[in-house]
């Protein structure tokens, strides 16, 4: 069964800092990997979305990878801001059942 | 055009009760999920609904747990006999036509079982 995990579980980093957040799953057979950015008490907002045969995508200061081969992906934000404060979610699609696994996110902080 | 809306957006029962939850996706998309998050827990995958295709329930946890879709449109969520550990966020998100794409996520049901 598919596991997703990421790493850290939380980060606080002052304003302006560059950053990676890493996500890691078990079985490489997946559709895509998606991130997903979750502000308390709402929904999930798509941030980028990698499909198994690309190996990174761009949108404005994030930068996602993708290395079906090892299992990861890395979410890069540029220039952190105080607004870029949320919990990042990383999701994959697989071939099987359990359409989506999600991994348990990272809480992200950024000091002004 | 509008985005995935969800209703109620909270809703409190009594154990034991039976509750239905909706979720009307964005106007064309042929795929739907429905997600659980319980406080301070990642998404539980509950079930897919693509098009005309047999639903993916594999993560429906118990038959109390059920989802229905008309055509391509609204779904709706039940779950019977309601326990406490049934108290989550429930999501559901679309996209337009399968698990390729995009998913767009409703703002949730937040479901409280006393």
């Known amino acids: 069964k598919q596991e997703v995990t990421q790493i850290p579980a939380a980060l606080s980093v002052p304003e302006g800092e560059n950053l990676v957040l890493n996500c890691s799953f078990t079985d490489s057979a997946i559709y895509n990997l998606q991130w997903f950015r979750q502000d308390p008490g709402k929904g999930l907002t798509s941030l980028l979305l990698i499909q198994s045969s690309q190996r990174e995508q761009t949108s404005g200061r994030l930068n996602a990878s993708l290395d079906k081969s090892s299992g990861r992906s890395t979410l890069y934000i540029a220039a952190s801001q105080p607004g870029d404060s949320a919990t990042y979610l990383c999701a994959v699609g697989n071939t099987g059942g359990f359409k989506t696994i999600f991994g348990a996110g990272t809480r992200l902080f950024v000091k002004a | 055009g509008a985005g995935v809306s969800q209703s109620p957006s909270n809703k409190v029962t009594e154990k034991g009760k039976d509750v239905e939850l909706r979720c009307d996706p964005i106007s064309g998309h042929t795929a739907l999920y429905w997600y659980r998050q319980r406080l301070g827990q990642g998404l539980e995958f509950l079930i897919y609904f693509q098009g005309n295709s047999a639903p993916d329930k594999s993560g429906l946890p118990s038959d109390r747990f059920s989802a229905e879709r008309t055509g391509e449109s609204v779904s709706t969520l039940t779950i019977q006999r309601t326990q406490q550990e049934d108290s989550a966020v429930y999501l559901c998100?679309?996209?337009?036509?399968?698990?390729?794409?995009?998913?767009?996520f409703g703002p949730g049901t937040r479901l409280l079982v006393l």
């Open positions: 998100a679309s996209s337009l036509w399968g698990i390729q794409e995009t998913q767009y």
